[in-house]
Every structure is written in structure tokens, then in C-alpha cells.
């Protein structure tokens, strides 16, 4: 009998729709998180997101709100395994069944020069960017699994590639996440679960906020400088960037993307930097 092959008239737009899944987005109350949620919204999730306060999961449901977006908080350290399972159950409770997508968004950084850098600031950092991924992909995958069907994103970073001075903690910890990542697809792609990552370049968000002050003069930060002469787009991004990145990986328009990570970074990856004026 001839080999038969699926026919490309079979696929719709509607792959890129997420209409009646259930996203949980880690660290979702502003920044980037902030942004992949809404974007995940627009393509018809319901969203849920924690944080570690109380009046910052009160403050964003009412930012979404503004956005028409009904997303519901809850308050969890994404480090607390305790806290991560009741996460889940009250998502499960609230909407009726676990996350068919993870976000783990939740993220610090610590800008310390490492002999300066104390074990327990490493530590700390590691704990929330690695293990904090770690746990909430555990106590997500059982739904997953029973449902045959799953979608874990990670927020790597240009950090996941590459090291710079200051940032031996984050840089660890996003360099493992990328190889958890990989962990994830190997172990749990037989239960047509996708894990993939996104890597941002530098995105203007609260966390970045320090590398781009002006200084007294008025002048541009020298890092933000820098950082604009080595992006082939001359600008930082914003997480705007990353929603369409990540509505094409929470979807079934990425069924056979597994284990990959996609690098919104406006071409910083690729190029050497602008020769100095
Ligand atoms: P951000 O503005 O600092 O937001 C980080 C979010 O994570 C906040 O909502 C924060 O909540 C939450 N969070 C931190 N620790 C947590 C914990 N233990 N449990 C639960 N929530 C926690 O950072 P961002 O720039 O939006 O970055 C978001 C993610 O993208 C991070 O993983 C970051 O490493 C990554 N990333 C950022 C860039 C960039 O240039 N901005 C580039 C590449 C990757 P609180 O307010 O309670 O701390
Ligand atoms: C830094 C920045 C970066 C960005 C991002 C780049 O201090 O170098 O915070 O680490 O946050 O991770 O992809």
C-alpha cells in the first residue's frame, strides 16, 4: 500500500489557537510574564499565574483585567514544593482541570562580581531560575501525561549561550535550564508533551532597568550603549517581542518542536558588534 502522507490542506490557522486550554504562567504580575500571558490569552487561553505577593496578584488581575483578560493569581514561590502543589490543585479547582501549558517565567538575577558573590546569593538565584522550573514541571506533568498532551515553555536567556562578568548565578542556572529543557522533551515527548525554551536578548523590563539608567550627565548608560551596538536591530527589546514567539510554542503549530530554543534576541546571537566610531 503507498506510503501515505498527511495532506498539507489539512492544516488550519487554528493550529496557533489555544482555545479552551488552561496556561499557567510563573512570575506573570508584570514584565515578561506579564506580556506571554496576555499574548496566550489573545489566542483563547484562560490564564493562571502566581507570584510571591499577595498585593501584586490582586494589582495584576486587575492589569489583566484592563487587557480583558479574566486571569486568575494565586500566591506561590515557585522554590516551595508545598506551595507548587496547592498551586496546581487550585488551578485544578478553579478551572476545572491542570495546565495544558506552563510558562516558567519566574526569574531573579544577581549582579555581583563572583569573588564577591557569596555561595547563598548563587544559591538563591539557582533555586528560583533551575529548581524553581524543575518543581513547577513536576507537579505539572502528571495532568499532562493522563491528558496526553502538554506544552512546557522555559525562559532561557542569552545566558543559556553565553557569560559576562557579574552574573555567574544566573548564567548556571539558565545554561542548566536550557539542558532541562532538553531533559524534559527526552523523558516526556512519548506523551506528546513538547518542552521548548524561548531566549530573550536584553528586553526592556524592571530587571534590565539598572543596565539602562541615565547617568548624572544625562547621558545613555554605557551598558545600554553597548548593548544597542551589538543588536543588529540597534534597539532593546521589548517583551511585546516575545508574545508571538510564544503563542507558536504553547500551540499545535508547534507539535514537532521539541526540546529547542528559540533566541529572541534581534540577531545579538549572530553578530560580533559594531566596530567603535
Ligand atoms: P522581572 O521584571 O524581574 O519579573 C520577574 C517576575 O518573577 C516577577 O513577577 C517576580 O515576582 C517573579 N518571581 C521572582 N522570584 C519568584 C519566586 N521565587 N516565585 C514566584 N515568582 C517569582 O523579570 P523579567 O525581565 O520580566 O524576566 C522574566 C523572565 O525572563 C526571568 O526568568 C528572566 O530571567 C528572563 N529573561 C529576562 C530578560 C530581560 O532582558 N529582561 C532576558 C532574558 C531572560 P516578585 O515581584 O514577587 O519578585
Ligand atoms: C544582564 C541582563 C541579562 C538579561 C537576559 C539576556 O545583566 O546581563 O540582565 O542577563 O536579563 O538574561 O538574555
Known amino acids: 500500500m503507498a506510503e501515505q502522507y498527511a495532506n498539507p490542506s489539512a492544516f488550519s490557522m487554528d493550529s496557533f489557537r489555544l482555545d479552551g486550554q488552561v496556561a499557567l504562567v510563573t512570575g506573570a504580575s508584570y514584565g515578561i510574564g506579564f506580556a506571554i500571558a496576555t499574548a496566550l490569552a489573545k489566542a483563547g487561553a484562560k490564564i493562571a499565574f502566581n507570584d510571591r505577593d499577595p498585593e501584586k496578584i490582586a494589582a495584576s488581575e486587575s492589569s489583566y483585567a484592563k487587557e480583558g483578560i479574566k486571569a486568575k493569581g494565586w500566591v506561590a514561590d515557585v522554590t516551595k514544593v508545598d506551595e507548587v502543589e496547592q498551586l496546581v490543585k487550585d488551578i485544578e479547582g478553579h478551572f476545572g482541570t491542570t495546565p495544558d501549558i506552563l510558562v516558567n517565567n519566574a526569574g531573579i538575577i544577581k549582579r555581583i562580581p563572583m ?26 506533568l502528571p495532568g499532562m501525561i493522563a491528558k496526553n498532551h ?127 566610531q
Open 150 to 276: 502538554g506544552k512546557i515553555i522555559n525562559i532561557c536567556s542569552m545566558m543559556s549561550e553565553l557569560g559576562r562578568e557579574t552574573v555567574a548565578g544566573y548564567a548556571a542556572a539558565k545554561g542548566g535550564l536550557k539542558m532541562l529543557t532538553r531533559n524534559i522533551c527526552s523523558e516526556f515527548g512519548e506523551h506528546n508533551i513538547q518542552c521548548n525554551g524561548i531566549g530573550p536578548g536584553y528586553i526592556a523590563t524592571p530587571q534590565t532597568a539598572p543596565l539602562r539608567e541615565r547617568q548624572p550627565d544625562g547621558s545613555r548608560h554605557p551598558f545600554d550603549s553597548f548593548i544597542v551596538a551589538k543588536t543588529p536591530a540597534a534597539r532593546w527589546g521589548t517583551p511585546v517581542d516575545l508574545m508571538g514567539t510564544a503563542v507558536f510554542l504553547a500551540s499545535d503549530a508547534s507539535s514537532f518542536v521539541n526540546g529547542q530554543v528559540i533566541y529572541v534576541d534581534g540577531g545579538i546571537l549572530a553578530y560580533i558588534g559594531k566596530q567603535p
Open 115 to 140: 569573588l564577591e558573590m557569596t555561595a547563598e546569593d548563587f544559591r538563591q538565584v539557582v533555586d528560583i531560575d533551575l529548581n524553581g522550573p524543575f518543581i513547577v514541571s513536576k507537579a505539572c
